[in-house]
């Protein structure tokens, strides 16, 4: 287990100094899904939802997410992201249509993008969820979690196994 190190010498939290870091090329992956009913489905995949295209507003959310993470999670650092790319996936369940989100964050810097993939899955997914609750409030957001990510000092992650 590795040492944390978001703590100066006092034991209060601090943003880690990563100015000796060697610029690398980073990728996280992240994925999250929504859980729906039959009617938010069928009215996502024809266009009909009164607020609009729900996917293409979700997907920028998304990459806006992805570009604000550093003012909404505190020791995240500000960084140039290099791209944004997010994908959408449809699959029946018992328990109704899940919608998989899946988000891929790019960038040549210093430190990983995992909280920026993180962050932009789950923004799509609470848009939908916005865009959708009129119809049925008891949509399910997650599980959200890391699939991958290349670049940086600790290596890369890849998930062996699918989060249920």
């Not at 287990?1 to 992240?30: C, Y």
């Not at 039959?38 to 729900?54: A, M, P, R, S, W």
């Not at 920028?60 to 604000?68: E, L, P, Y």
């Not at 899955?121 to 008891?138: F, H, N």
Request: hydrophobic residues 40%; contains cysteine; charged residues 20%.
């Amino acid at each position: 287990m590795s040492e944390f190190t978001h703590f100066n010498e006092q034991g209060r939290a601090k943003m880690v100094d990563i100015t000796e870091k060697q610029p690398s090329n980073r990728l996280a992956v992240a994925q999250t899904s929504i859980l729906v009913n039959e009617q938010i489905y069928e009215q996502i995949t024809n266009h009909t939802i009164k607020k609009g295209d729900v996917l293409a507003v979700a997907q920028v959310a998304g990459i806006m997410a992805a570009k604000q993470t550093a003012m909404l999670i505190p020791m995240c650092h500000p960084i140039p992201i290099s791209g944004v790319d997010i994908t959408f996936d449809w699959s029946i369940e018992e328990s109704g249509y899940r919608l998989s989100i899946t988000v891929s964050v790019k960038t040549k810097g210093s430190t990983g993008v995992e909280m920026e993939a993180l962050t932009a899955a789950s923004a799509c997914a609470l848009t939908v969820y916005d865009m959708c609750k009129a119809i049925d409030k008891g949509m399910v957001i997650g599980p959200t979690y890391l699939i991958e990510k290349h670049g940086g000092k600790s290596g890369d992650f890849h998930r062996n196994e699918p989060v249920r």
